[in-house]
């Protein structure tokens, strides 16, 4: 399944500063109501730390907890690969369109994450390309939507070191893995533990700090939009934003202008325009829903 979530219907991402006004996603959306631990840390990981990694994934998927990591190079990769390794559920949160893998090296990690059951979140519309210059704003998604942060490794100028800041300011748990003071990664480390991180030296460090795990919101079935046999059309931006939010499931005008913040006018307009085209049918009681004939 593939769409676009109502955000409000997200408990987490609502207690958090600047949440993200729209979350696209592919995949297993229910994870979101799981116990979601983050794990992050530095692309170019030390020997020690790809070990480490797969050691607390394991023990963490095995308790329970869903994994999420931002799908780079490095640890990210290794969170995600030891998740499914282990028969765990894991989430991928992009900086760009989700049908838009980023960086293309992990494309095949991304579908074995569908494959397994797994989720792809970005609070970037399908299409979009991956600019650079999102990645602070989509470290606040990895924190937001978990109860807890482990950082592996990290720089003291570093994304996971951004991540670890968000997750001091949601109230967020964060953890760190102690290093060697003749590494590199000390400087981080010190950083992170400036900021409040704990540092753990077993996985069960973090597994005791929750107790019993258990579902942490409930995701309201008619606020997600199964897009999967939707047509992939190139359409004006402003068509496009309204055509994203029509699915199989009849909605309305006002429902629309509450998603997309448009004037009904303007909606009235496009939608005229999508159903002449082809792109949508207009319902009874004036609803709309995606034409795939």
Do not use: W
């Amino acid at each position: 399944m593939e769409g676009k979530i109502d955000i409000s219907k997200i408990k987490q991402l609502q207690d958090i500063k600047n949440p993200p006004k729209n979350l696209y996603y592919k995949g297993n959306v229910e994870l979101l109501n799981q116990s979601i631990i983050a794990v992050v840390g530095s692309r170019k990981c030390s020997k020690y730390s790809k070990s480490i990694c797969k050691m607390f994934v394991k023990e963490l998927v095995e308790a329970g907890f869903v994994i999420a990591s931002g799908l780079a190079l490095g640890i990210d990769e290794i969170a995600h690969r030891a998740c499914i390794e282990n028969g765990g559920k894991t989430i991928a949160i992009l900086a760009g369109g989700i049908d838009k893998i980023y960086p293309e090296e992990n494309t095949e990690l991304s579908e074995d994450i569908l494959n397994t059951g797994g989720l792809l979140i970005s609070e970037k519309n399908f299409g979009e390309e991956t600019n650079k210059m999102n990645f602070p704003k989509r470290n606040r998604i990895i924190s937001g939507i978990s109860i807890g942060v482990l950082v592996i490794e990290a720089k003291y100028r570093s994304g996971s070191n951004i991540t670890a800041r968000y997750a001091i300011e949601q109230n967020r748990k964060l953890f760190a893995i102690p290093h060697n003071i003749g590494t590199s990664a000390i400087g981080g480390m010190r950083r992170l533990l400036k900021i409040g991180a704990k540092i753990v030296y077993n996985p069960q460090e973090i597994i005791k700090e929750y107790g019993k795990i258990e579902k942490r919101v409930t995701i309201d079935e008619n606020q997600i939009y199964n897009y999967s046999v939707k047509k992939r059309v190139k359409l004006e931006q402003d068509l496009l934003d309204i055509y994203n939010i029509i699915g199989e499931k009849p909605i309305d005008i006002n429902y629309i202008a509450r998603m997309t913040g448009k004037q009904i006018q303007t909606i009235n307009y496009s939608l005229v325009d999508l159903e002449i085209r082809g792109y949508i049918k207009k319902l009874p009681g004036n609803k709309y829903v995606i034409n795939n004939d």
